[in-house]
């Protein structure tokens, strides 16, 4: 169970990747898009998964088949979301307002289709299983599995490119190259679960109104929430200035992105069985702040990159993958202790309409990244290009690109700790509040 269902972590790692770190230096270095526009045509069609994505959630909680309630969502959704990417960079049109308008169109689509496979996915383990740790294994399963989806897909993504002929011609190769990897994934998940427990949700909440409502009774879902979508747009920055910061700051614009993304999600993979155990040593929320703050430590010593050799460059690349390592697997395991919780407050079972707002925060917090980015680029005066190569830039360009990719996400991601104050859901809590709620269910065996 644990591998089929981490098997979906390659679509939701791949869609979750590439877009925020090829479709910005896409539209301003190849489509000639000036980069303040660029990083709305970026931040829009994502903005609408707030919407979306507890819709998505609604639905799911809603669906009766012989599948489950969730299942379903991971075949169709999974597919659609496959053939809606390759879409995006078809390019049928040139460069110009009608080439930017038709990505903005496609992404808004993709977006769409993203948001009906990743809420029921997300969902699942609220339902796969009752038991608190084993809930951090099935985390830890799906963020080695995210991680793989990042460096596989992120890592590639360049040579991609070089390798269709750079350009339009060699974004339509990779367009191709992430729907099989995303085809692979939803196909994944949808077998591997197929003799995983599925829980059936009992009452939903009719409006977004209500779901809002929902969670803001939900105190740790709600601190949870507030953190992790500040920490996703700061995880985004990073993502969105990967090729810009490899391009002006390391001056290695061919095997600068690669090898960054390598040293990022390389030594995340190794470090999953460490975190599992700190989470078992420090407890979810105090690993959580631990890797948080690896995370941010790194991103701004990451200042000094331009007078440091590029070895130490990549190394600090890879404590902050570390970090982000952590601060996935972490934040992902609360995530379903606070809808267990809810679960065993109300005697509810409405992981969708949790998962719904978490998935549409967390995708407004990926696209965000981007649109900062994108922000600080036009404000410190980027010069966009229709060539497929990026433009020579200013000394105070080049400040913009390594500002945004160091000390902006540390910020974001540092300062979002102070939501996690008040975070208080410990497995004695969760415990009590199941023994007091008579419609309990019993675990299911794993």
Known sequence: MHAGYALGSLATGAFGTVPGLVLLPYLTDTLGVAAGLAALLVLLPKAWDVLVNPVAGRISDRTRSRWGARRPYLLGGGLGLAVLFAAIFAAPFPPGPAAAGYVALAFLLTATAFAFFQVPYVAMPAELTD????????????????????????????????????????????GLFVAVLIAVGAVGAFLGTRAAPTGVAVASEPSLRAQLAVAAANRPFRLLLVCFVVQAAGVATV?????????????????????????????????????SRAGARLGKPRAFTVASLLFAAGALALVAAPVLPAPAVYLVVAAIGC????????????????????????GRRQAGVFTGLWTAGETFGLALGPGIYGLVLQLTGYVSSSTGQAAAQSGTARAGVLVGFTVLPALLVGLALLTMRGYDLTPERLATASDANPHRRPSHPT
């Open 131 to 174: 038991d608190y740790t084993e809930r951090t294994r099935l985390m830890t399963w799906r963020v080695a599995v995210l991680a793989l989806a990042i460096l596989v897909s992120g890592a590639l993504a360049p040579v991609v490119v070089a390798a269709g002929g750079d350009g339009v011609p060699g974004h339509r190769w990779l």
């Open 239 to 275: 993502l969105a200035g990967v090729n810009y910061f490899a391009a002006h700051v390391l001056r290695d614009p061919e095997t600068g992105p690669t090898l960054l993304f390598g040293c990022f999600v390389g030594p995340a993979l190794l470090v999953m069985p460490l975190w």
């Open 323 to 346: 970090g982000y390592a952590g601060q996935q697997v972490f934040g992902m395991a609360m995530l379903p202790d606070c809808i267990a919780y809810d679960t065993a407050r109300t």
